[in-house]
């Protein structure tokens, strides 16, 4: 779909439609308590209870309700030439627990979303093996297979944030990410079906990875890694991975930036050094101040955000009990703590996971409050079990400055109105 | 077909094939084709097939990316970051434009016509002469400025400061708003297509 951006904010659409679905829903909600008059959705038969729904031919593969068709994947016209090479955004300010549908996750691609057929794949390993082979589809299915669930963030998310509050809304400020169960097999697997005796010593070896699509995306990653927990996938929550994300495989590079889970996977070259391709020198390196650049930024560091109230998901439902939840993720390991602060970061309350965190996976976590209509700057601030605390924006800056583009993992502020309104603002 | 492995899935690739994809290069050279093309060619070329994204200068056009210009901005609050101002490594130039451009009708170019393009392409950002012909023989002679502009990943080091236990009660005195997204207001409406509200 394409989406305007003129006109009034998100915010705004969404709490002047939610005043109106509230005053509704207030007057029932309060009925239950204590109703003056019946409500009429209990005391008259509703034509669901009395009719029929559809048969279960209707939707042999379903999609969400119509009530639901907001929480889509946006567009933001003015960051890219084209929507070849670009990005969109999942609803993560709709969404709860962790896990994305694939339908609404996020895409990033370089020269589109290519279709590949199973008959028509191929995944090649050259280079410094003792083998050089090539498998179709149908001989990855025949590997062990293993499931594991990881977030995938984009190296980019909130990187229109760097130099101030841009973005108003959960999905564009921190919707480059989704998170999947996957299955597939693994890196190491496919490396030692072709042997890695002809490398020699590996710890200083590496693998360039490409997709078969015309940007390529070629990255290079070191052995250690790709030994390590790398796999490639080409199942994601239960089913096919979606074309937009790769079908029919991709590659999986637990914790480490999105870019490097290269798509449509085609080739695995084991080399003795980085090819510093385009996308690890022009592109997903940092800029610091001083105008040197790091590179080989892989890890994406703990960071958290506030899902609901957000910007698009303001509170509509009156004064007293409030969940405020969110989403937290550490590409360093498993998510241990996240606090959250109500007045812009003065004091902190420990919130509650909704789950034990799992290692570079999304953790979902609650703080069950009250709200009385007092205005709030909603912060979280995520921990991980390697002791590393989520920073503000303006501790980054001390060490990056503005220009880093990639990995913002800056706490974020939602500034809530006494009217239930969101808006994304920084706070000193 | 030669079982290599230990389950015998998959077979052999042949040297044709293995050609046909394995066509990265890196920085020492290693993977670059024999062939040559010069600036004056290039120029043609540049005009042709990239042009009109990238500008008849490789300044670039629109929000296209601009592949010249931009020397010594890098610690500049907007810095310009092309090939010439940021690119550490020729070779990535070689392989980047033979493999994915032109964007739409990528790897249609002979390994001489990329030559030519890349020759141009450092011409645009005065890094050689109109008369330079660039070759597989003397491509690692040309010097990228922003060559020794990078440092490998130092968080762990410079961002130590962060695993540290963090602040619960009176963290700071008071909380000002410093900056408002509604303000820029630039955000997608969530309509979707339909204009509804006045």
């Known amino acids: ?295 080989w930024t892989w890890v994406m560091d703990a960071k958290s955000v506030v899902t609901s109230p957000s910007p698009q998901s303001p509170i509509k439902h009156g004064h007293g009990p409030l969940v405020i939840t969110g989403l937290a993720w550490s590409g360093r390991g498993a998510i241990s703590r996240v606090d959250v602060s109500k007045d812009g970061g003065k004091t902190w309350e420990t919130a509650r996971l909704a789950n034990p965190g799992q290692p570079m996976a999304l953790t979902r976590f609650y703080l069950d409050t009250e709200w009385n209509g007092e205005e709030m700057f909603l912060q979280a601030r995520a921990m991980d079990e390697t002791g590393y605390v989520q920073p503000t924006k303006h501790q980054l800056r001390e060490v990056r400055g503005e220009n880093s583009i990639y990995h913002n993992n800056c706490v974020q502020t939602w500034w809530v109105k006494s009217n239930g309104e969101a808006e994304n603002v920084e706070v000193s | 077909p030669a079982y290599a492995g230990k389950l015998g899935l998959g077979r052999a690739a042949l040297p044709e094939e293995v050609a046909a994809w394995n066509h990265d290069i890196s920085p020492d050279g290693t993977g670059l084709p024999v062939g040559s093309g010069s600036v004056e060619d290039g120029e043609m070329i540049f005009s042709d097939n990239c042009a009109i994204c990238h500008g008849e200068f490789a300044e670039g056009v629109d929000n296209w990316p601009k592949l010249a210009g931009g020397m010594d901005t890098l610690n500049h609050k907007d810095p310009l970051k092309t090939v010439g101002s940021y690119w550490p490594y020729l070779s990535t130039t070689y392989d980047y434009v033979r493999r994915s451009m032109p964007f739409g009708a990528a790897q249609s170019m002979s390994d001489d016509d990329v030559y030519a393009i890349v020759a141009y392409i450092l011409y645009s950002n005065d890094l050689v002469d109109d008369d330079f012909v660039l070759s597989n023989e003397n491509f690692l002679d040309v010097e990228m400025p922003n060559a020794d502009g990078f440092i490998v990943d130092d968080r762990e080091t410079s961002e130590k400061a962060f695993w540290a236990e963090p602040c619960m009660e009176n963290c700071k005195d008071e909380v000002k708003i410093t900056m408002r997204a509604a303000v820029l207001d630039v955000t997608p409406d969530e309509a979707g297509g339909e204009a509804t509200e006045g």
Request: glycine share 10%.
């Open chain 1, 1 to 295: 779909m394409t989406v305007r951006f003129k006109g009034k904010s998100p915010s705004r659409r969404a709490f002047l439609k939610g005043t109106l679905a509230s005053t509704a829903g207030a007057i029932a909600g309060a009925g239950a308590a204590s109703a003056a008059t019946p409500d009429p959705l209990i005391t008259e038969k509703q034509s669901w209870a009395m009719g029929l729904g559809d048969g279960v031919d209707a939707t042999p593969y379903g999609l969400p309700i119509k009530y639901e068709s907001d929480v889509i994947r946006r567009n933001v016209e003015w960051l890219t030439a084209d929507t070849i090479s670009s990005i969109n955004f999942t609803p993560i300010h709709a969404l709860d627990g962790t896990i994305t549908p694939q339908g609404c996750a996020f895409e990033r691609h370089h020269s589109g979303a290519i279709e590949l057929r199973k008959e028509d794949y191929r995944l090649m390993i050259n280079g410094m093996v003792d083998q050089e082979l090539v498998f179709t589809y149908e001989d990855l299915e025949r590997f062990p297979r293993e499931n594991r669930t990881f977030f995938l963030e984009c190296a980019a998310n909130t990187g229109m944030e760097w130099a101030g509050a841009q973005l108003n809304g959960a999905q564009f400020t921190h919707g480059m990410i989704h998170n999947m169960e996957y299955t597939g097999v693994s890196l190491r697997t496919l490396l030692e079906e072709a042997g890695l005796n002809a490398a020699g010593d590996l710890k200083d070896k590496w693998v360039y990875v490409e997709g078969a699509d015309a940007s390529s995306n070629g990255r290079s990653i070191p052995m250690e890694k790709a030994l390590d927990d790398c796999m490639i996938a080409f199942k994601a929550n239960g089913e096919a991975l979606r074309k937009e994300h790769g079908y029919p495989a991709r590659l999986v590079v637990p914790g480490w930036e999105g870019n490097m889970w290269v798509k449509w996977i085609r080739r695995i070259e084991v080399m003795d050094g980085p090819v510093e391709s385009r996308e690890e020198t022009s592109k997903y390196t940092d800029t610091l101040a001083n105008g040197t650049s790091r590179k």
